[in-house]
């Protein structure tokens, strides 16, 4: 595991978010079976289905460490990205270390329609906002408490937070950030991305660039 890998030279607490399951018992027994394995977790969570957005933020807002990552439940990516990723906001003394996905992401295990969405994104964010940043949208980043504020003063409680805190925070220029390249597991399955969900996000798109201030 992850834990075991870093457990040396970096002291690791983990943060899991319960957005709105109810399926509490079973996500308990699991948080009891972790702990007595050793490894530091903190289970915290809340009624309603917000968003992954705002669970990312109700998370990072517990954390206490000076440095914090986030990422997906099942871990999609390798342990040595998310060490890699520690490393640059320590060693590199980075703001924001932001996971980058390298053009093998787009293998044959994702669709069709997720590879039209994710390039047609990329192209307009390089091309059309003329962002150095491409690839906002991946499910590994970290930073400091100087990145940690900036990440909090999102809103979007979707999908398009990644957006909304890179493009915001690339305003500030007193916010050091560097891409990090990041690799995902073999097997890792992609979600998909229903009409309507879209919809929403197209909407939260305009608002960041046509509202949102740094």
């Not at 206490?64 to 990552?69: A, F, Q, R, V």
């Not at 994710?118 to 003329?130: A, C």
Request: glycine letters at 6%; one cysteine or more.
């Amino acid at each position: 595991m992850f834990h075991d890998v870093a457990k040396d030279k970096y002291r690791l607490r983990f943060i899991l978010v319960n957005d709105g399951s109810h399926n509490v018992v079973s996500i308990l027994q699991q948080v009891d079976f972790i702990k007595e394995n050793g490894i530091l977790i903190d289970y915290i969570g809340y009624d309603k289905n917000m968003g992954k957005g705002y669970a990312l933020r109700y998370g990072v807002m517990a954390s206490k460490s000076k440095y914090t990552l986030y990422t997906d439940i099942d871990f999609p990516f390798t342990n040595e990205s998310m060490l890699s990723v520690i490393r640059f906001l320590i060693d590199e003394t980075c703001d924001v270390a932001l996971g980058y996905r390298a053009e093998n992401y787009y293998k044959d295990t994702m669709s069709f329609y997720r590879k039209v969405l994710s390039r047609t994104f990329r192209w307009f964010i390089k091309n059309i906002l003329k962002m150095s940043i491409t690839d906002t949208q991946c499910g590994l980043k970290g930073f400091n408490e100087k990145g940690k504020k900036k990440f909090l003063a999102t809103s979007i409680n979707r999908y398009l937070f990644d957006f909304e805190f890179i493009y915001t925070t690339g305003k500030d220029k007193s916010v050091n950030m560097k891409p990090v390249e990041v690799k995902l597991k073999d097997g890792i399955a992609f979600s998909k991305m229903r009409i309507k969900i879209l919809i929403q996000e197209i909407f939260n798109l305009l608002r960041v660039l046509l509202f949102q201030k740094n």
